[in-house]
Nanobody, 120 residues
Framework: QVQLVESGGGLVQPGGSLRLSCAASGSIVSIYHMAWYRQAPGKQRELVAAITSGASTNYADSVKGRFTISRDNAKNTVYLRMNNLKPEDTAVYYC??????????????WGQGTQVTVSS
């Protein structure tokens, strides 16, 4: 069973920066598609950024140019660097690991979430 543990959330002023970390319990970061999602109060969970096993990345339009997803295979950790934060970035941020095996089995794991609050 894979475990994902997020950290790095907190309270930051508009225009500030944070770096979220997602530590995986196994050596999965290099072979799973890893992603960050967020969910604001009263809203659906949405994809923020993703990095494939081949290191391709994609971002939600709302965060392009401000957020960067990266991974450290040796540390089994995925990061989300968030710059120029805005109040609308306030949400619980979740780490996700996803893979479809050759057998067709799907593996989908979630972390417990970390709160990011952007406010003056």
């Amino acid at each position: 069973q894979v475990q994902l543990v997020e950290s790095g959330g907190g309270l930051v002023q508009p225009g500030g920066s944070l770096r979220l970390s997602c530590a995986a319990s196994g050596s999965i970061v290099s072979i799973y598609h890893m992603a960050w999602y967020r969910q604001a109060p009263g809203k659906q969970r949405e994809l923020v950024a993703a990095i494939t096993s081949g290191a391709s990345t994609n971002y939600a339009d709302s965060v392009k140019g401000r957020f960067t997803i990266s991974r450290d295979n040796a540390k089994n950790t995925v990061y989300l660097r968030m710059n120029n934060l805005k109040p609308e970035d306030t949400a619980v941020y979740y780490c996700n690991a996803y893979r479809i095996a050759i057998s067709g089995l799907q593996y989908d794991y979630w972390g417990q979430g970390t709160q990011v609050t952007v406010s003056s």
